[in-house]
């Protein structure tokens, strides 16, 4: 009668293999996870350079060729607590600097709606106007300025951001209600969450084109 041997793996040799196993399969897990960071990252980031540059152009054209020219002469960026009502060419507009669309009770962030007439800078008159920003968006920068040499030169400066406000960073020491804390504020990096936060910043110098005003 012929024994044969039963041949099988050690204990020890099953504890090295899924330990290889269990190493490979976390590398891959992250691997995966860094690569639908970077993903949401770049869509986050486009959406926002989208947008700043579509507001840039709206802005630029009614600065160029719109009915009448910006109203104040500086349109500059306030605490959140007070909206920034201004006129533009034929629109007149309302923001919120710093304040996230979505938050409670923060239902809008950049209205437009037309007008004709004075430019009103009290915060009425908005009723059916067209809401400019997406979800998550806010306000960190917003100045369209006047030259002091040259009445028909102005400089326009927007920033936007997407993201929450515990992804924030402010590099400005002092109160984030402030233009110049707020203003500077940058995303946070190697944090849960940081994939959805992103900045854009266009900054421009017109020449306005229509000299009758």
């Known amino acids: 009668m012929i024994k044969r041997r039963q ?3 050690t204990i020890l040799e099953v504890l090295i293999a899924s330990m290889v196993f269990t190493v490979v399969l976390m590398i ?3 691997v995966v996870t860094r ?3 970077l993903y949401f990252k770049g869509v986050t980031s486009s959406q926002i350079q989208d947008l700043t540059r579509k507001l840039s152009e709206e802005f630029s054209g009614q600065i160029q060729f719109g009915s009448s020219i910006p109203y104040p002469d500086s349109i500059s960026g306030n605490n959140p607590a007070t909206p920034l009502i201004f006129c533009v060419g034929d629109s007149r507009y309302r923001a ?3 304040r996230k669309l979505g938050d409670t009770g923060v239902t809008t962030v950049l209205q437009r709606i037309a007008y004709s007439g004075a430019c009103v800078t009290t915060d009425t008159g908005f009723a059916g106007a067209t809401e400019l920003a ?3 968006m806010r306000i960190l920068k917003l100045s369209i300025i006047r030259s002091t040499t040259n009445p028909y030169i102005w400089t326009l400066d927007i920033r936007l951001a997407l993201g929450d406000s515990d992804i924030f960073d402010y590099p400005v020491a002092g109160s984030t ?3 110049a804390v707020y203003g500077a504020a940058i995303c946070k990096s190697g944090i849960s969450g940081s994939q959805f936060c992103a900045t854009s910043e266009l900054s421009s ?3 306005r084109r229509v000299k009758v005003e």
């Open 177 to 179: 209600d402030t233009p």
């Open 28 to 30: 891959c897990v992250q």
């Open 7 to 9: 041949l099988g793996f």
């Open 205 to 207: 110098t017109l020449l």
């Open 35 to 37: 690569i639908g960071q």
């Open 134 to 136: 997406v979800k998550n």
């Open 96 to 98: 919120i600097m710093n």
